[in-house]
């Protein structure tokens, strides 16, 4: 019996890493998993130009709001279905995975029904009805960590995933409300290695949530990785000005692929290359 109020999620009885497999993509496997795309799907053709121009650059999966979950109730809301069927159409000409929210347990098999990933938001994380809802999905969750919530809240909030009979879980920690005031979230780099000891469920890390502003997404995306992260999630957009949600945050296309670029020199870095890299057997035939 395990020790831990988590017993599905915990290392104490799963010791080796899990890897959540989205399509051809591997999350927590030996290569990084990057997200990108726009805080909210806006138009068709605005979302198929990012996705063709992030998946060029070297995002492996598209993000993209369709139900948003707003501070203000006269704030855009989201295209709903619609957004969900531009990004399944997303999907199939790019071939990329795609990932959105889902905020009420009414909406998860709709949701599910268009997208790879389904999302849950920090504003969420807490929400039992939903959480169990998502277990008893085949889709894979990301579960975003709760503002003011701790790890172990967070965990337990896998548990009742993992419990639903779900065993596809990613975490995502996308900063947390501190006194700091010069970010829109403090981004807790601590709970990169804290969960990882604590779990076996692979955690990718949110640096445009985590920040708030797009110049400094760049660093904290290297120290995500840096920190043993999986991957990460980022928002991008090819004119962040005009952004319905979260212009402020959001990455150009020519910053995003520098990101990339970036990301995978500190993922070397730290983890070597992965394995059957041509590089690696360059070096080794040297
Ligand atoms: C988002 O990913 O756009 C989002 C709303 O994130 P969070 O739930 O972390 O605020
Ligand atoms: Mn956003």
Not at 136 to 159: C, D, H, I, Q, Y
């Amino acid at each position: 019996m395990s020790r831990k109020p988590y017993p599905l999620a915990s290392r104490e009885e799963h010791p080796e890493d899990s890897i959540v497999r989205v399509g051809h993509v591997l999350i927590g496997g030996d290569q990084p998993v990057l997200m990108a795309g726009p805080c909210s799907v806006e138009t068709r053709e605005g979302l198929i130009d990012i996705a063709l121009a992030v998946k060029s650059a070297g995002a492996d999966i598209l993000r993209g709001g369709a139900f948003k979950p707003r501070s203000s109730p006269y704030s855009f809301q989201g295209l709903g279905e619609e957004g969900l069927r531009y990004l399944a159409e997303a999907r199939s000409i790019t071939g990329m995975p795609v990932i959105s929210e889902v905020m009420e347990p009414d909406a998860v098999a709709l949701v599910a029904e268009y997208v790879d990933i389904l999302q849950i938001g920090a504003r969420n994380m807490q929400n039992f009805p939903l959480l169990k809802a998502v277990g008893k999905t085949n889709r894979p969750v990301m579960l975003k960590r709760g503002f003011s919530n701790t790890v172990e809240e967070w965990l337990m909030s896998a548990e009742y995933i993992l419990a639903g009979g779900n065993p596809n879980v990613i975490l995502c920690e996308r900063g947390i409300r501190t006194f700091e005031t010069s970010t829109r979230n403090t981004l807790d780099l601590n709970a990169v290695p804290v969960a990882q000891e604590l779990t076996h469920l692979p955690v990718v890390v949110d640096p445009s949530h985590g920040t708030g502003y797009a110049r400094y997404v760049l660093p904290m995306a290297r120290a995500g990785i840096a920190a043993g992260a999986s991957g990460l999630i980022v928002e991008v957009h090819p004119e962040p000005e005009k952004a319905v949600s979260d212009g402020q945050q959001s990455l150009t296309l020519d910053a995003f692929a520098e990101m990339v670029t970036q990301v995978r020199q500190v993922w070397t870095a730290v983890h070597g290359l992965p394995r059957g890299s041509s590089v690696a057997v360059g070096q080794i035939n040297a």
